[in-house]
Nanobody
Framework: QVQLVESGGGLVHPGGSLRLSCAAS????????MSWYRQAPGKGRDLVAI????????YYIDSVKGRFTISRDDAKNTVYLQTNSLKPEDTAIYYC?????????WGQGTQVTVSS
């Protein structure tokens, strides 16, 4: 079955960096666009970045452009989110997402807390 497992979250000071990873299994990873979403306390789940299959297209929300980088390693079935220059407003649970065979799949999430 499809599984998405995130890791790499933690507590960092403002200006710090974290590299989030999402290990995927149960589907042909290289054929599927992968996304990162985040959910801040008391708010809805919002898209952060998308990377198309084969890395052919990438999209970021404006608030993370120039600070976050999404990438994928199809040999490892893993998608990454490098987060730099972190701000307190980046504090959220970060989720990996894939749409596979007309169904939506989410990981369990990884907590990112940015605080001094």
């Amino acid at each position: 079955q499809v599984q998405l497992v995130e890791s790499g979250g933690g507590l960092v000071h403002p200006g710090g960096s974290l590299r989030l990873s999402c290990a995927a299994s149960g589907f042909t990873f290289s054929n599927v666009a992968m996304s990162w979403y985040r959910q801040a306390p008391g708010k809805g789940r919002d898209l952060v970045a998308i990377i198309r299959s084969t890395g052919s297209g990438i999209y970021y929300i404006d608030s993370v452009k120039g600070r976050f980088t999404i990438s994928r390693d199809d040999a490892k079935n893993t998608v990454y989110l490098q987060t730099n220059s972190l701000k307190p407003e980046d504090t959220a649970i970060y989720y990996c997402y894939a749409h596979v065979l007309l169904r939506d799949y989410w990981g369990q999430g990884t907590q990112v807390t940015v605080s001094s």
